[in-house]
């Protein structure tokens, strides 16, 4: 099965600077999709930004963007400019091409003013 | 733009009773998902759902469980008899199933609170 480690249960960052946020996993597939996924105080699961194994390329949206490592089963999200409201839990995914998903445990980020 | 919509937002009951959760997926949608959350750990799957079958279960999905997709909008989740440690939060999640490679992202709707008493 696969295991999705977020080593980082806190961080806090400064407004306007830049964190980033680790995720390792582990998986014997060559194909799956990556997910960040924001979990503000409302409790929401918001998408933040998705991968796909099989593009070398970095996705990127706005502020947010991945370094993916696939040799190294690497996935970490790095938010730039960090705004208030960029504070929230902040979880890991991996999906597999069968749709089985798998949440790491969370990190979460505070953002100081 | 679509999106998934649960109700209740909150649901408290006692202890044996059954609870249905309902979610209502994003129309064009063909896979359909549960997750739960208990308070402050980390989001877990329990089941999946396509073409009127579960198509994977968790370990966490015992007999106590159940999905169903009454019409050709919900989705629900049923506990038959409710436990102290069935209270969590409850995500729904849907996606649309891609053609070419893989399956597209999952949506996930704004949760129903559990409290079992």
């Known amino acids: ?113 | 733009e679509p999106e998934v919509t649960q109700t209740p937002s909150h649901q408290v009951t006692q202890m044996g009773q059954e609870v249905i959760l309902r979610c209502v997926p994003i129309s064009n949608h063909l896979y359909f998902y549960w997750y739960r959350q208990i308070l402050g750990q980390k989001v877990e799957f329990l089941v999946s759902f396509y073409n009127n079958e579960i198509s994977e279960k968790s370990e966490i999905f015992d007999d106590q469980f159940s999905v169903e997709r009454p019409d050709g909008s919900n989705f629900t989740l049923k506990i038959r008899s409710t436990k102290l440690e069935d209270s969590a939060m409850y995500f729904c999640a849907s996606s649309e199933v891609a053609r070419d490679f893989g399956t597209d992202t999952q949506y996930f709707g704004p949760g129903t609170r559990l409290t079992v008493l």
Not at chain 1, 40 to 53: D, F, G, K, Y
Not at chain 1, 54 to 70: D, H, L, M
Not at chain 1, 77 to 93: E, N, P, R, T, V
């Open chain 1, 1 to 113: 099965a696969q295991t999705v480690t977020q080593s980082q249960p806190e961080m806090s960052v400064q407004e306007a600077e830049t964190v980033t946020l680790s995720c390792t996993y582990d998986t014997s597939e060559s194909d799956y999709y990556l997910f960040w996924y924001k979990q503000p105080p409302s409790r929401q699961m918001i998408l933040v930004i998705r991968q796909e194994a099989y593009k070398q390329q970095n996705a990127t949206e706005n502020r947010f963007s991945v370094n993916f490592q696939k040799a190294a089963k690497s996935f970490s999200l790095k938010i730039s400019d960090s705004q208030l409201g960029d504070a929230a839990m902040y979880f890991c995914a991996y999906r597999s091409l069968n749709n089985d998903m798998r949440f790491g445990a969370g990190t979460r980020l505070t953002v100081k003013p």
